[in-house]
């Protein structure tokens, strides 16, 4: 079946340093766009950066842009997500997602907190 598993979350300073890793499995995943998301408490849950299948082209929502770069190995089949400068604000459930035509799946997320 079908499974994304994220890890490598957890409490942060400010100004600190996390990477997420995301592995998949059950499906070809080389074959599909990457994306990380998180959701903060009662706000919706937004995009936070996306990565071609090939690993070719990266967006980003422009709150990180600079601060986290996301990548992927596709003979690990794992996504990452490393995240530089952190901020409070980016205290939220992050979630890995993976995307083909209509084809969607997503994991069950990792808690990132920023706090002194």
């Known amino acids: 079946q079908v499974q994304l598993v994220e890890s490598g979350g957890g409490l942060v300073q400010p100004g600190g340093s996390l990477r997420l890793s995301c592995a998949a499995s059950?499906?070809?995943?080389?074959?599909?766009?990457m994306s990380w998301y998180r959701q903060a408490p009662g706000k919706e849950r937004e995009l936070v950066a996306t990565i071609t299948s090939s690993g070719g082209r990266t967006d980003y929502a422009d709150s990180v842009k600079g601060r986290f770069t996301i990548s992927r190995d596709n003979a690990k089949n794992t996504v990452y997500l490393q995240m530089n400068s952190l901020k409070p604000e980016d205290t939220a459930v992050y979630y890995c997602?993976?995307?083909?035509?209509?084809?969607?799946?997503w994991g069950q997320g990792t808690q990132v907190t920023v706090s002194s």
């Open positions: 997602n993976a995307r083909l035509s209509v084809m969607v799946y």
């Open positions: 059950g499906f070809t995943f080389s074959r599909y766009a």
